[in-house]
């Protein structure tokens, strides 16, 4: 039941005792590739940040390759011999994983899909700011974040906006993005002229909420009248070690607040609960997890379920293999569930899309590069790198 990427670490339990693991993910990527769309003289970029994912199994060892020698994502012992390793290993079982979901991951598909739409409307509604062009920036995959700030230098923008697309900040996830920005420019002088800008974090914008409450909708029409209102909204996250919880990653309250703010936009409508998927290996995450609480919820003779990804915001291979054939197809049948619908990533939907037009808009036009609550790092941080890279931004971003 768990994702093919978290099984990485599966290889060795002794191993994984040893190790903390940290969001172990999918695969990705070599050849260069930079998403962007054909606009000639952009004046400000918006840097999509998120993890990627295998557009073709071929690159599911790369991608793994990457996420496993990431120190902010995973640590591992003698990671640069051990990491490489347990790629190789994982590497048949994930692809197998992505063959049943098609051959790859949608993931990048939908990014380029989602900076098409935010930048048609931000060319409209903010037009002293543009022309405005999108650069996704993956953190494993193609197009790797080091190959689009160089094509951001290329083109010559005047502003560039570095937009997490995650909604709720985690320093395994968006934190080691900047990471990585930070880590790219300590060797390289920085593009002339750029005035430099970041979106962290937008785990309650109300658009996102009114997204996600209306993909909810969608699925809660389809069941029978007699059981809807007693139909369990399922929130699945992406869990966490708790090793990170500690430190004061504020990722797990992060989510909490967008489900709230999702249950507000539904009146409170249903029973709902925050879950989370994808642990791997022996050490204590959040939880429940999301299959354990299915069966908890099932025993205690519910048999109604409505499972929402509430932190991806595209489909990828946990929702589409872990949500959908193992959670809704395999487990429901198996524990006896009479009805489960998942439902869809915000993806393109046009509430979604003016959710991000709005958040990019409004941070054009204020007078905050950068939030406070980047600048401060995990009260329990022991990674000297996340230091280095917020005081480097604090001086980019004035
Ligand atoms: Fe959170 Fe370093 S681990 S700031």
Redesign the pocket.
């Known amino acids: 039941m768990k994702c093919p990427r978290f099984h990485v670490l599966s290889i060795g339990k002794q191993f994984m005792q040893m190790h903390n693991i940290i969001w172990p993910r999918f695969l990705s990527v070599l050849a260069p590739k930079v998403a962007t769309q054909d606009v000639k003289k952009p004046k400000t970029g918006i840097i999509m940040l998120n993890m990627g994912g295998p557009a073709t199994k071929d690159e599911v060892h790369n991608y793994l390759l990457r996420i496993m020698t990431d120190t902010d994502m995973i640590q591992l012992p003698v990671q640069s011999t051990l990491g490489p390793l347990i790629a190789k290993r994982r590497t048949p079982e994930v692809q197998k994983k992505y063959d049943e979901i098609g051959g790859g991951s949608p993931i990048l598909k939908w990014t380029e899909r989602q900076g098409e739409l935010l930048c048609q409307k931000l060319d409209e509604l903010s037009p002293e700011t543009g022309p405005h062009k999108y650069y996704v920036a993956f953190r494993y995959a193609s197009p790797l974040t080091e190959d689009t700030l160089d094509l951001i230098e290329k083109d010559g923008v005047e502003r560039a906006v570095i937009f997490s697309q995650y909604p709720q900040y985690s320093?395994a996830t968006t934190?080691s993005s900047f990471n990585a920005i930070y880590k790219y420019y300590r060797s390289r002088k920085l593009p002339a002229g750029v005035k430099w800008s970041i979106i962290d974090r937008w785990a309650t914008h109300p658009l996102l909420a009114k997204t996600v409450a209306d993909r909810i909708r969608t699925e809660l029409i389809k069941f029978p009248d007699e059981v809807k209102n007693d139909v369990i909204i399922m929130f699945s996250a992406h869990s966490l070690p708790l090793k990170?919880v500690n430190?004061?990653?504020s990722y797990p309250w992060e989510v909490g607040a967008t489900v709230q703010a999702v249950m507000e936009e539904l009146g409170y409508s249903n029973p709902y609960s925050l879950v989370w998927q994808s642990k791997v290996g022996p050490l204590p995450w959040l939880q429940p997890s999301t299959d354990e609480a299915l069966k908890g919820f099932v025993k205690q003779g519910k048999k109604n379920f409505i499972l929402v990804p509430i932190a991806f915001v595209n489909e990828h291979i946990e929702t589409l293999h872990e949500l959908d054939i193992e959670y809704c197809n395999d487990l429901a049948k198996e524990i006896g569930v009479e009805m489960i619908r998942r439902a869809a990533a915000p993806n393109d939907h046009p509430l979604f899309i003016d959710a991000l037009t709005d958040l990019v808009k409004t941070h054009l036009h204020n007078n905050q590069p950068i939030s406070p609550k980047f600048l401060t790092?995990?009260p329990h941080?022991t990674?000297a790198r996340?230091q280095q890279t917020k005081s480097w931004f604090a001086k980019l971003c004035i």
Do not use: E, L, S
Request: glycine share 18%.
């Open positions: 320093c934190g990170a430190r004061g990653d790092r995990c941080c990674n996340c």
